[in-house]
């Protein structure tokens, strides 16, 4: 089992649910590609920034931004801005 799918599965869950993470792999890395040209083109910022940049939608955007951020290859400026809900989210950039 890859490590993508031990991060985005939980011991319990179906095997449905193990089989939908490993075929989320080759999306996840267009996502995840998307969002570091994103970093290194634009600099510093938000999740919701980054997924505007990259032009992906927040939701799996976010989630890909985590899983960099886990990664090693962005990281937390200790800075943080109003995301589009008005509450601070931090702002990361490239590692």
Do not use: N, W
Not at 3 to 21: E, L, Y
Not at 52 to 66: C, D, E, I
Not at 67 to 76: M, S, W
């Amino acid at each position: 089992m890859s490590d993508f799918v031990k991060t985005h599965t939980h011991t319990h869950d179906p095997s449905t649910s193990r089989q939908a993470a490993a075929s989320a792999i080759p999306t996840a890395k267009t996502q995840k590609d998307a969002l570091l040209e994103a970093f290194h083109s634009a600099g510093p910022m938000t999740a919701d920034e980054a997924c505007f940049t990259a032009g992906l939608p927040k939701y799996p955007g976010r989630q890909r931004v985590t899983d960099l951020y886990q990664e090693g290859l962005i990281v937390d400026t200790g800075q943080t801005r109003a995301g589009d809900s008005g509450r601070k989210m931090r702002v990361m950039k490239e590692a």
